[in-house]
């Protein structure tokens, strides 16, 4: 395929990455100010809050393992579809009790789309343009994550949770249409029979396991990030504007790292096994800096250096996946490893938590370096260059 076609065919999923990462952080991040007083009931708040990445973990696996049944386009526009009727019906019924149901439906349908986008750049892009290409997903994701809070927070204000639901509605609708027309139709690879004990195998081999770990560990070090540079900043008494400051420089080196560490990749100035030890040192660094620099200066080199480190990872660590991976259960194979993106999601900032709340902030913060950089020296366990 011509590159000028395969980058036609690819954005759209670059789009639909853009899709499950605004329609969750829309979301998230509003829920205290949306229906219900959910400010004030934390339990509920912290349900409705772990409902979308719940679905994904159970479902991302069962749709990946689809996608490679039946071929990666009907589940992604079946994902993205579904993705658009749980919006359209939280605004149709019109009762914020069934927001939970609605949310949980978002994340059954972005488990759907988000392991077909990927097994399908896998595919359409070349071995050359590999990590380019999983780099600009990661960007567009990143931008989802960035522009949600602020977008999503500017809709309620403006409509209320029918507003915000019904913009994604209609973005969900919109990348259906340009998926349909741009994206093409992979058909099914031949697949040998697979036995449970084949599958373990697999999934337990340190080809899947040390790129999977260390995905896990950036999404563990920006979402402990994102929740913790925050509560420092107001400790030092630098107020909302430098917690917001620290955060926005997260976001945008992690988005704006990612295409970059692709292009260097596939041009050969950068292996991956190099530079996922290297995006795991930086954030373990990042995440241990205001351990050692205090105030401002602090809080933004610690953002910087945390997303310049899961900058170089996630589109090396999916590189390495998808090269390492059998090319007919590619599904899987992306479902598998996001599991353990949504666990770093989850568990780095429970493990700062469990741990700030036992012996303080500081040890909480060290607890995830001193992790994150252990599974760095661990990832020196990867091949040079997975085989192609």
């Given at each position: 395929m011509p590159a000028g076609r395969e980058l036609a065919a690819i954005r759209p999923l670059f789009a639909a990455g853009f899709v499950t990462a605004f329609g969750a952080h829309s979301i998230a991040a509003n829920l205290a100010s949306g229906p219900g007083d959910l400010a004030d009931h934390l339990l509920a708040l912290g349900v409705l809050l772990a409902l979308y990445d719940g679905a994904e973990v159970l479902l991302k696996p069962v749709f990946g393992s689809l996608a490679d049944r039946v071929g990666p386009r009907p589940v992604l526009l079946g994902g993205l579809i579904a993705f658009a009727v749980a919006s359209a019906a939280f605004v149709v019924a019109g009762d914020p009790a069934l927001l939970g149901l609605a949310r949980f439906g978002q994340g059954a349908a972005a488990a759907a789309f988000s392991?077909?986008?990927?097994?399908?750049?896998?595919?359409?892009?070349?071995?050359?343009?590999?990590?380019?290409?999983?780099?600009?997903?990661?960007?567009?994701?990143?931008?989802g994550y960035t522009l949600g809070p602020v977008l999503g927070g500017g809709l309620v204000v403006l409509g209320g949770?029918?507003?915000?639901?019904?913009?994604?509605?209609?973005?969900?609708?919109?990348?259906?249409?340009?998926?349909?027309?741009?994206?093409?139709?992979?058909?099914?690879?031949p697949r040998a029979r697979q036995t449970v004990l084949d599958l373990l195998r697999r999934l337990s081999g340190r080809e899947f396991v040390l790129p999977t770990l260390a995905l896990g560990s950036s999404t563990a070090a920006l979402a402990s990030g994102?929740?913790?540079?925050?509560?420092?900043?107001?400790?030092?008494?630098?107020?909302?504007?430098?917690?917001?400051?620290?955060?926005?420089?997260?976001?945008a080196v992690a988005a704006l790292g990612q295409p970059w560490a692709g292009r260097a990749h596939d041009s050969g100035r950068l292996a991956i096994r190099a530079g996922i030890s290297a995006g795991l040192a930086l954030t373990a660094a990042g995440v241990a800096t205001p351990l050692a620099v205090a105030g401002l200066p602090g809080l933004l080199i610690a953002a910087a250096v945390i997303?310049?480190?899961?900058?170089?990872?996630?589109?090396?660590?999916?590189?390495?996946?998808?090269?390492?991976?059998?090319?007919?259960?590619?599904?899987?194979?992306?479902?598998?490893?996001?599991?353990?993106r949504e666990l770093?999601?989850?568990?780095?900032?429970?493990?700062?938590?469990?741990l700030g709340a036992a012996f303080g902030l500081a040890s909480g913060l060290g607890g995830l370096a001193a992790l994150i950089g252990l599974i760095a020296v661990a990832t020196t366990g990867l091949r040079r260059d997975p085989p192609s």
């Open positions: 392991p077909a986008a990927g097994a399908m750049i896998a595919r359409i892009a070349p071995d050359r343009r590999r990590g380019r290409a999983f780099g600009s997903y990661g960007a567009w994701k990143g931008l949770y029918p507003l915000l639901f019904l913009t994604l509605t209609g973005l969900a609708l919109a990348v259906t249409g340009w998926a349909l027309v741009a994206v093409p139709a992979l058909p099914a690879l994102v929740g913790f540079l925050p509560v420092l900043a107001a400790r030092a008494g630098l107020g909302p504007l430098a917690a917001g400051a620290a955060v926005s420089v997260l976001a997303g310049l480190g899961t900058g170089l990872i996630t589109p090396l660590a999916f590189t390495a996946l998808a090269a390492a991976g059998p090319p007919e259960r590619l599904g899987q194979t992306m479902g598998s490893a996001e599991i353990g770093g999601d989850a568990g780095g900032p429970i493990l700062v938590g469990a």
